[in-house]
C-alpha cells in the first residue's frame, strides 16, 4: 500500500447518540507515524463532533481510554495523551460536560470505573482522570482502599502519588507507602510524599538513621518483599554511607534536629575522624595542630567516638600519644585497645598531658625547603593587612574598588566535620597588585554591618573592576547563608572572571599531552584544583597544610595569614601570566569569553535545529535500534591518544561497583585491581597513584577521583550498560590490541598471570592422595571420545607466565605464594575428558579447556585480533 493510501486520518463517528465509537487500531498507527499539522486538525474536529452528540461524554471517554489499553500493549501513550488532551479542549468550551448534573448512583459508577482506570494508566494521565471525575471527593475509605489495592500489585509508585494526589498522607502508613520506593531509589518521590507535612519528615529522617544502626539487616527488610528484585545499582543506594549523606542532606533541607539522627551523625563523625587521621599521619598534609583542633571538636562529650580516636591512634601514631588521650578523656579500662592501660601506667601525672605543639616563633618567611617546593607570596608582611574594623573596611574600600582594577578573591571557613549547619565565613580575601587585604569576619564590628555587606556588594556587581576566583559559587553559597540581605535583595554580578572554568579549557586543551608543560611530581597526594593550576602555569603548586584550619580561632597563627593571602594573591599571577601568553597556553585572547561547562552545554542545546520534526522523528525511530556510540557509553574529559598496547599493558583499578567489569577484563588479559564492597572510594586513587594505574568507575565518585590523578588516568562508565559492553568499550578506548592468546591468560580470582601446567595423570594421582577419587577407571579409552572440543577448534594457549614443575611442593601441593591446589573443585567425572590442566599459582584455583574459551572468543569477537596462523588453525 503506497503512502498515500494511509494519510486519511482513521474514521471517527458517533453511534446511536450513545457510544463514541473509534477506530482504535488505525488511530494509534496513524498518530505513531509522520503526519501533518493539517492531518491533526482534522481529527480534532471529528473529535469535537463526536463528542458533541454523545448524551454521555464522559462515559464514552472511559470506554474509548480502556479500548486504547487495549490496542497499546506496552507501546507509546500517545494515544492516551492526545484523546484526553483533545478532550479537556473540548470540555473548556462545554461546560456541561461534569458529574455536577448526573444522580448520585451515575456519578458513583464513573468515578470508580475511572478509578479502576488509574490502575493501568500512565501517572501523566492522573491529574485530568482526577480533574475530569471529581476522584478527590469520593469518601476516604474508597480512596484508601485503591491504595491499598495499588499497593498490593506492587504498583508502589502510583499508590504513592495518587496518595499524594487527594491528599491521603495523614491517613496512610508513611513506611509501608515509602520504604518499596526507597529500596528502588525514588527518593524523590518519597520527598514529595512528605512535602508540607513536618511530622511526616521528621519520621522519613528518622526512617533513614534507623538504617544505619550497626545491627541493622538489610536482607531483613528485604524479605518482606519477595517479589521485589533490586538491581546492583539499587543496592548500592542503600549502603550506609550514601544513606548518611541522604540524612544530612534532609536534616538541612527539612530542618530536623541532628539529636534525632544520632546513628548517621555518630558515622558522619566517625568517617570524618578517620578522614583526619590519614589527613595528618597518612598524607602529612594537616598540622597536628590542626589536627587537634578539630577532633576535640568533634568528640566532645562523645565516649564511643573517643574509644574509636584511641583505637585510631594505636594505629597511625603511638601507643604514648593514644594512652594520654585516654587518660585525657577517662576511658574505662575495658573499652581500651590492648596495652593503652598497662601504658597509661607506667607513665606520669606530667606525661600523660597533651601539650600544645611546641616550636619557636613562627617567621613570615617559610622554610627554605617550602620556598624550593611551593610558589610563595611576593609580598612582605606589613603589606598583607588584618582587616577587623570598620575604617580599615573603609580604607579596604577605597584601595579596590578602582576602576580598571584587578582583584584576586577568595574565602575561607571551617570545615564542618560530621556537622550539619551551613559553613559561615570566617575571611574574604582580597589582593590587588601590591597588598592584601584579610576581612576578618569573626569581628562582631564588621561581620554584619551594613558597611561591610554593601562593599562586597559593590565589589561584585562593579562591571569596571575585573574579580577572579576559582570555584566561586561554593564561596558565594556561603557568604549568601551568611548574609541574608545577599538572597533578600539579589544583586547582577559582573566583572566577574572564575578561574575554574579556565582551567577546565586549559584541560581539554592539554589532552592528549600536546601542549601540556612538564609537571614536576612530588611526594605524596596528586596535586588538584588551584594548586595543580599555579603548578602548571607558574611551576610550583601551593603549599596547601593550613587549607583545613580552625578559622574562626583568633588570634590567626602566621602561616595560616600568609596561606590566606597566597591564595587570593596567586590569581593574580596566573592570570597575568594566561593573558600573556594566551595563545602558548591555546586559550582566546579575552579568557572572560571562556563559558563555564554548563554554559557550553546550555548553548549547544539552544543552537538553532535545520532539521525539521519530521526528520528528528525519523532519525530517532532510527537510533532506536543502532549500537550506542562509544562517547554515550563512557564519559570522559580528554579522548585517549595513546599508542596501542597489550592487555597486559593496560592497568587498571575498578571501584566496588564495577566488579563484574573487572572479571571481564581479566578474562581478556588486563591487569586489574577491584576494590572490596566495604572498601571506601579513595583506596582506588591510593591504588592508581602507587601503582600508576588507570581507575575506572561510574557515578558520583567519579569527580572526587579525577582530582585526585593525573589527567587521563581516571575513566567512568555508563553503570547501566551490561559488564561485557563495558568492557568493549574500555578495550576501544585505550587501544588494546586484543588476541586469542590474550584470553584467559590471568586468573579471574586473584589476577596473577603464572599458570602450571598439569598432565590427566599428575591431577589423578594427587586427586588420589587427597581421598577426592579412589579409581580411574579406564579413562584413557573415553578421553579421546569425550573431548569437549572438536577437531577444528581453536587451541587454547594462552600468553601468560609458566611455572615449572618444581614449583609445586609435591607433599603440601603448595606454591610458594602459600596457595595450595583447589583439588576440590575439580569435579572427578571430568578427569577422564581433559588432557591437560592449567593451576594458578597465585591462589591455586584449576582451570581446564572448556567451551567457555569460545563463548568469550564469540563474545568479544568485534575487537579481536586474530592473524593469519591464528585462522588457520581455527
Known amino acids: 500500500m503506497s503512502l498515500e493510501g ?48 454523545m448524551q454521555e461524554p464522559l462515559a464514552g471517554l472511559l470506554d474509548v481510554l480502556e479500548g486504547c489499553l487495549t490496542v497499546q500493549k506496552g507501546k507509546s501513550t500517545i494515544l492516551n495523551q492526545f484523546i484526553l488532551t483533545e478532550f479537556m479542549r473540548w470540555r473548556t468550551n462545554n461546560p456541561q460536560a461534569s458529574l455536577n448534573g448526573l444522580r448520585e448512583e451515575g456519578r458513583l459508577r464513573l468515578q470508580q470505573k475511572a478509578l479502576g482506570l488509574l490502575t493501568d494508566s500512565h501517572p501523566r494521565y492522573m491529574d485530568p482522570l482526577l480533574e475530569i471525575y471529581q476522584l478527590s471527593s469520593l469518601k476516604r475509605p474508597v480512596l484508601l482502599e485503591h491504595v491499598d489495592f495499588l499497593h498490593d500489585c506492587c504498583c508502589f509508585k502510583e499508590a504513592l502519588i495518587f496518595g499524594v494526589k487527594v491528599e491521603l498522607q495523614k491517613d496512610l502508613d508513611m513506611e509501608k507507602m515509602c520504604v518499596p520506593l526507597i529500596l528502588l531509589d525514588k527518593l524523590s518521590l518519597v520527598e514529595l510524599y512528605v512535602r508540607d507535612h513536618p511530622d511526616l519528615q521528621q519520621r522519613l529522617v528518622k526512617l533513614l538513621d534507623s538504617w544505619c544502626e550497626p545491627n541493622f539487616n538489610i536482607q531483613t527488610l528485604l524479605s518482606r518483599y519477595p517479589n521485589m528484585v533490586l538491581s546492583k545499582h539499587q543496592r548500592d543506594q542503600i549502603q550506609p554511607k550514601l544513606l548518611i549523606k541522604h540524612v544530612f542532606r534532609l536534616m ?67 601507643l604514648k600519644t593514644a594512652a594520654q588521650w585516654a587518660a585525657h578523656y577517662n576511658l574505662p579500662r575495658n573499652r581500651l585497645p590492648l596495652g593503652v592501660w598497662d601504658k597509661i601506667q607506667s607513665l606520669s601525672p606530667k606525661q600523660l598531658e597533651i601539650h600544645a605543639v611546641s616550636g619557636p616563633p613562627e617567621s613570615w618567611t617559610p622554610l627554605q625547603s617550602d620556598q624550593q617546593k611551593y610558589y610563595q607570596l611576593p609580598l612582605p608582611r606589613e603589606n598583607v593587612y588584618f582587616v577587623e574594623t570598620l575604617d580599615e573596611v ?31 565565613v570566617a575571611l574574604i580575601q ?55 540581605e545577599l538572597r533578600e535583595e539579589p544583586m547582577k554580578m559582573e566583572g566577574v572572571l572564575d578561574l575554574l572554568h579556565v582551567h577546565q579549557k586549559l584541560q581539554r586543551c592539554w589532552s592528549g599531552n600536546k601542549r601540556c608543560r612538564s609537571v614536576e611530581v612530588s611526594e605524596g597526594p596528586a596535586e588538584k584544583g588551584l594548586s595543580l593550576l599555579v603548578q602548571q602555569v607558574l611551576g610550583k603548586p601551593l603549599n596547601k597544610t593550613e587549607q583545613l584550619s580552625n578559622w574562626e580561632r583568633r588570634p590567626l597563627r602566621t602561616s595560616q595569614l600568609r596561606y590566606a593571602a597566597t591564595d587570593a594573591y596567586c590569581l593574580l599571577d596566573v592570570y597575568l601570566v594566561l593573558s600573556r601568553d594566551s595563545k602558548a597556553f591555546g586559550l582566546p585572547e579575552d579568557l ?22 519530521q526528520s ?71 591504588l592508581a597513584r602507587a601503582e600508576g594505574r588507570v581507575i575506572l568507575t561510574a557515578g558520583q565518585p567519579y569527580q572526587t577521583l579525577r582530582s585526585q590523578v593525573g589527567e587521563g588516568r581516571c575513566l567512568t562508565l555508563d553503570c547501566s550498560e551490561k559488564a561485557r559492553d563495558q568492557a568493549v568499550h574500555v578495550l576501544r578506548h585505550f587501544h588494546v590490541h586484543l588476541t586469542p592468546a590474550d584470553i584467559f591468560s590471568r586468573c579471574q580470582a586473584c589476577n596473577c598471570n603464572e599458570y602450571l601446567k598439569l598432565s590427566r595423570e599428575d591431577m589423578t594421582r594427587m586427586m588420589r592422595e587427597r581421598d577426592i577419587v579412589s579409581k580411574w577407571d579406564d579413562c584413557e579409552s573415553q578421553a579421546e571420545s569425550n573431548s569437549w572440543r572438536p577437531p577444528e577448534g581453536p587451541e587454547f594457549t594462552p600468553h ?46 584449576v582451570f581446564w579447556e572448556g567451551t567457555h574459551y569460545d563463548r568469550v572468543l564469540s563474545q568479544f569477537q568485534e575487537v579481536l585480533h586474530v592473524s593469519e596462523d591464528a585462522a588457520t588453525k581455527a
Open 800 to 845: 601468560c607466565r609458566w611455572a615449572p614443575r618444581t614449583a609445586l611442593d609435591p607433599q603440601t601441593f603448595k606454591f610458594p605464594s602459600g596457595a595450595e591446589v583447589q583439588l576440590e573443585t575439580v569435579p572427578p567425572g571430568l578427569l577422564c575428558q581433559i588432557p591437560v590442566y592449567f593451576i594458578c599459582t597465585g591462589c591455586g584455583k
Open 6 to 53: 494511509q494519510s486519511k486520518a482513521p474514521q471517527v463517528e458517533a453511534i446511536d447518540d450513545m457510544d463514541f465509537c473509534v477506530d482504535l487500531p488505525a488511530l494509534q498507527e496513524h498518530l505513531c507515524g509522520l503526519w501533518s499539522r493539517k492531518e491533526q486538525e482534522e481529527l480534532r474536529q471529528v473529535l469535537a463532533s463526536s463528542l458533541s452528540k
Open 252 to 318: 538541612e533541607k527539612f530542618c530536623i534536629d541532628p539529636g534525632l539522627c544520632s546513628n548517621s551523625v555518630y558515622k558522619r563523625k566517625l568517617y570524618s575522624l578517620r578522614f583526619l587521621m590519614y589527613k595528618t599521619f597518612g598524607e602529612k598534609s594537616m598540622s597536628e595542630e590542626n589536627w587537634r583542633d578539630h577532633v576535640q571538636a568533634m568528640i566532645e562529650g562523645n565516649t564511643e567516638l573517643q574509644v574509636q580516636l584511641v583505637q585510631l591512634l594505636v594505629k597511625h601514631c603511638s
Open 430 to 484: 582580597l589582593a590587588v597588585q601590591d597588598r592584601v587585604f584579610l576581612l576578618d569576619l569573626c569581628a562582631h564590628a564588621i561581620s554584619h554591618h551594613s558597611s561591610t555587606v554593601n562593599f562586597i556588594r559593590a565589589l561584585l556587581s562593579d562591571k569596571n573592576i575585573l574579580k577572579l576566583g576559582y570555584g566561586m559559587s561554593g564561596d558565594l553559597r556561603s557568604l549568601v547563608s551568611m548574609w541574608p
Open 592 to 613: 572572560r569569553s571562556i563559558p563555564s561547562v554548563q554554559q557550553a552545554k546550555s548553548r549547544e542545546e539552544k543552537k538553532p535545529k535545520e532539521k525539521n520534526k
Open 616 to 686: 528528528k522523528r525519523r532519525e530517532a525511530r532510527q537510533k532506536v535500534n543502532e549500537p550506542h556510540s562509544l562517547d554515550d557509553c563512557i564519559k570522559v574529559n580528554s579522548k585517549y591518544e595513546g599508542p596501542t598496547i597489550t592487555p597486559p599493558e593496560l592497568r587498571v583499578v575498578c571501584d566496588n561497583m564495577l566488579q563484574d567489569l573487572g572479571r571481564f577484563l581479566r578474562c581478556l588479559g588486563v591487569d586489574v585491581k577491584m576494590l572490596e564492597d566495604s572498601d571506601d572510594h579513595k583506596v582506588a586513587a591510593e
Open 394 to 424: 573603609e580604607q579596604c574600600r577605597e584601595t579596590v574598588l578602582k576602576p580598571g582594577g584587578v582583584v584576586g578573591m577568595d574565602m575561607e571557613w571551617r570545615a564542618g566535620f560530621g556537622t550539619v549547619s551551613s559553613q559561615h
